[in-house]
């Protein structure tokens, strides 16, 4: 069974940065498709990014385009979402979301972390 713990979010300033990873076990992590989603309060949990088992694709939703950039290390068995140019919007619990096919479908998921941004 794949456990999934995220870490790296916190309180940042519009237009700051910051990078959130999400370390894996239980699992071959190069078997894994990997992925993020956020949830804000009072609104639905939402895809952000997905990379594929070697990286080699990744997808994203359009309102983290040229903003966001999603990796992984397999060496490390952890996958990482460099956020950039932050909004007041961002601003939400971000969860780290594992599965097995591509195009992605999650079924394992992660215990969250938050994000806010300050105007």
């Known amino acids: 069974q794949v456990q999934l713990v995220e870490s790296g979010g916190g309180l940042v300033q519009a237009g700051g940065s910051l990078s959130l990873s999400c370390a894996a076990s239980?699992?071959?992590?190069?078997?894994?498709?990997m992925g993020w989603f956020r949830q804000a309060p009072g609104k639905e949990r939402e895809f952000v990014a997905a990379i594929s088992w070697r990286g080699s694709r990744t997808s994203y939703a359009d309102f983290v385009k040229g903003r966001f950039t999603i990796s992984r290390d397999n060496a490390k068995n952890t996958m990482y979402l460099q956020m950039n140019m932050l909004k007041p919007e961002d601003t939400a619990v971000y969860y780290c979301a594992a599965g097995s096919k591509w195009p992605p479908s999650f079924n394992t998921w992660g215990q969250g972390t938050q994000v806010t941004v300050s105007s």
């Open positions: 239980g699992r071959t992590f190069s078997s894994l498709v």
